[in-house]
């Protein structure tokens, strides 16, 4: 049996930065996995918009990861004492950076 509608990047997402909210706003982490970088989400609820922008925007965000970007650090609070300004409007987060795959 088919799916309907297709596969899940035939359906509509978020923008990337509003994902990214979402994902920080629930408490998520983004994680890497053998497909690249994935949701990992215990019992909280994301909306499927939210995980399709992960799907297309899978690249995009592993970069953000591997520079330890603030938007996508999984901690703020406990990190921002590393927290750095890159230039651009951009910020680091040291620990992220160091950690990154």
């Not at 499927?48 to 999984?74: D, T």
């Amino acid at each position: 049996m088919a799916r309907k509608g297709g596969s899940i990047m035939s359906q509509r997402h978020m923008p990337i930065d509003r994902a990214l909210a979402t994902i920080r706003e629930r408490g998520v982490f983004l994680c890497y996995s053998e497909h690249g970088v994935d949701l990992w989400t215990p019992h909280t609820p994301i909306p499927v918009s939210a995980r399709r922008a992960v799907v297309k925007f899978n690249q995009e965000i592993q970069a953000m990861m591997k520079q330890g970007r603030m938007e996508v650090c999984p901690s703020r609070d406990l990190h921002r004492q590393y927290i750095r300004h890159a230039g651009q409007g951009q910020y680091i987060c040291e620990i992220c950076e160091q950690i990154a795959v």
